[in-house]
């Protein structure tokens, strides 16, 4: 299984960028597809999940509204809009396949529930 993340780069406060993630190895259709991040210094963060059975989406508090997971199965790529960037959203970008189906943020946010996990694109976001 491989998960390769593209798209990162810089960009300035308030700009917007569009991470892509290419799976192959997997049945990716029936995988729930999440985005993680890392800034230097700190833990895994949960950013993003969708799930592969009921297309439901769920979002951490400090990204809700500016962030949007999507996925295309014909492709097997999943994505991440990012918009009106900050500043502290600066930070390596992982994506993460989970065999499992869950709506649930509490289940989804959790870094050791995912099965693979891509080896990240860096996005720095200045003021």
């Known amino acids: 299984v491989q998960l390769q993340a593209s798209g990162g780069g810089l960009v300035q406060a308030g700009g917007s960028l569009r991470l892509s993630c290419a799976a192959s190895?997997?049945?990716?259709?029936?995988?729930?597809m999440g985005w993680f991040r890392q800034a230097p210094g700190k833990e895994r963060e949960f950013v993003a999940r969708?799930?592969?059975?009921?297309?439901?989406?769920v979002y951490a508090v400090s990204v809700k509204g500016r962030f949007t997971i999507s996925r295309d199965n014909a492709k097997n790529r999943v994505y991440l809009q990012m918009n009106s960037l900050k500043p502290e959203d600066t930070a390596v970008y992982y994506c993460a396949a989970d065999r499992s189906s869950s709506s649930s943020i509490a289940t989804g946010a959790i870094p050791r529930n995912y099965d693979y996990w891509g080896q990240g694109t860096q996005v720095t976001v200045s003021s």
């Open positions: 969708h799930n592969w059975r009921s297309g439901n989406t």
């Open positions: 190895g997997l049945t990716f259709s029936r995988f729930d």
